[in-house]
Nanobody, 115 residues
């Protein structure tokens, strides 16, 4: 079992920044991939960013150049630094542990960007 706890969401004005954190515990280690997804009201859940065990990252086109995913393996924590936020970034953001046989999801944290 893996437990994921997100934090750092909130309300911010357009152009502002937020940093999301995801603390992982349980049967997870640095060999596992991690990702952030988001879901806006009325829309499908979408991949925002992912990072593999080697540190290689991948981003959705809509956030490339504005968001940065990183991980601290010693703390079993993954981060999502979000800069130049836009109202369309408003969504619930989920941390995901990408493991060989299944993915684990956190409970989500709300990010609201006002115009």
């Amino acid at each position: 079992q893996v437990q994921l706890v997100e934090s750092g969401g909130g309300l911010v004005q357009a152009g502002g920044s937020l940093r999301l954190s995801c603390s992982a515990s349980g049967s997870i280690d640095s060999n596992d991939g991690m990702a952030w997804y988001r879901q806006a009201p009325g829309r499908q859940r979408e991949l925002v960013a992912e990072i593999n065990s080697g540190g290689t990252t991948n981003y959705a086109h809509s956030v490339k150049g504005r968001f940065t995913i990183s991980r601290d393996n010693a703390k079993n924590t993954v981060y999502l630094q979000m800069n130049s936020l836009k109202p369309e970034d408003t969504a619930v953001y989920y941390c995901v542990a990408v493991m060989p046989y299944r993915n684990y999801w956190g409970q989500g944290t709300q990010v609201t960007v006002s115009s």
